[in-house]
Nanobody
């Protein structure tokens, strides 16, 4: 089993910044994909950003972003801590959503509980 603990959501004004964190614990595998999805009210869950380990242990691999967040959001990870971060800058009201941490390895796929990000105009 793998558990994901998210933190960092909250209320921010448009143009502001927030940083989300997600720590994975339990039976994690060193070769994995971690990242973030989001779901706005009345909409389907969508990709925000993910980053893999390039198929190797303790390696930072390719980052993948939704077009809507490119150049505003940055994903990063700390492999020894099994933690992934999402730095969100120049936030817009349309970024308001519940943000879910995501983990996948060769054995399983896990979702976090979600953290609410609200951007006021």
């Amino acid at each position: 089993q793998v558990q994901l603990v998210e933190s960092g959501g909250g209320l921010v004004q448009a143009g502001g910044s927030l940083r989300l964190s997600c720590a994975a614990s339990g039976s994690t595998f060193s070769i994995n994909v971690m990242g973030w999805y989001r779901q706005a009210p009345g909409k389907q869950r969508e990709l925000v950003a993910t980053q893999d380990t390039a198929g190797r242990i303790n390696t930072i691999g390719r980052a993948n972003y939704a077009d809507s967040v490119k150049d505003r959001f940055t994903i990063s990870r700390d492999n020894p801590k099994n933690t992934v971060y999402l730095q969100m800058n120049r936030l817009k009201p349309e970024d308001t959503a519940v943000y879910y941490c995501y983990y996948r390895d060769q054995n399983l796929e896990v979702w976090g509980q979600g953290t609410l990000v609200t951007v006021s105009s």
